[in-house]
Nanobody
């Protein structure tokens, strides 16, 4: 059974930094793309940043030049370094991974973390 466990959320003042981490546990699988999403109260979940297994990255315009996504393929982890935080970054942040089992490498399944709250005060 694959599980994604997140850590690192919290309360920070505007202009501050936080680092989120997400670790995938289990065995017998390969992780393809990994992503961070966020959902603010009353808003739709939105994609924040993505990274491929080859370490290509992509970011939402709203976080470019402030957030950095990275991953460690050997440890099955993904991180999101968030700098220059703004009150509008306040949301629950979710880790997402597209995972293929070794027994069915052509078939991907989406896995989600439990979410971690990030609150940025003004």
């Amino acid at each position: 059974q694959v599980q994604l466990v997140e850590s690192g959320g919290g309360l920070v003042q505007a202009g501050g930094s936080l680092r989120l981490s997400c670790a995938a546990s289990g065995s017998g699988f390969r992780i393809n793309a990994m992503r961070w999403y966020r959902q603010a109260p009353g808003k739709r979940r939105e994609l924040v940043a993505a990274i491929t297994s080859g370490l290509s990255t992509d970011y939402a315009d709203s976080v470019k030049d402030r957030f950095t996504i990275s991953r460690d393929n050997a440890k099955n982890t993904v991180s999101l370094q968030m700098n220059s935080l703004k009150p509008e970054d306040t949301a629950v942040y979710y880790c997402n991974a597209k995972i293929a089992r070794d027994s069915t490498p052509w078939y991907e399944t989406d896995y989600w973390g439990q979410g971690t709250q990030v609150t940025v005060s003004s």
